[in-house]
């Protein structure tokens, strides 16, 4: 998924009450479909099936965020994939990535504060 957020003194067209606009996009048409009925009618959010290696970045506005959830691992050419990032971040702009574990920590390399049920000790 790829979101956007954008804060403007006045209310960017499409954008929700708090100014804030947001899009989501993933290669799964069926991911698009569930997200767009579970967020229907949600004020400045939209989705769009789109595929960062196949479909054409220069399509995109910049971004403040771009976020990469669980499909970094899969991205084939990742340098390129990584400049079209850089390229659509509006200077300041932040990339997120978030892979999945194939396993979990050793006890040694987990902190002392967290633990695998994800609460606070």
Do not use: C
Request: charged letters at 25%; zero cysteines; aromatic letters at 8%.
């Amino acid at each position: 998924m790829r979101a956007s957020k954008t804060i403007r003194r006045s209310r960017p067209s499409g954008a929700g009450a708090d100014g804030v606009r947001a899009l989501g996009v993933d290669y799964a048409e069926t991911a698009i479909s569930l997200a767009q009925s579970r967020y229907q009618g949600t004020s400045g959010l939209s989705f769009q099936r789109w595929n960062a290696e196949g479909d054409e970045w220069a399509t995109l506005p910049l971004y403040d965020v771009i976020s990469s959830r669980l499909s970094y691992t899969l991205i084939q050419e990742k340098e390129k994939f990584l400049k079209d990032v850089r390229d659509h971040l509006v200077p300041g702009g932040s990339f997120h990535v978030m892979t999945p574990h194939a396993v979990r920590p050793t006890p040694a390399r987990t902190p002392k504060h967290w633990n695998h049920s994800g609460r606070n000790q």
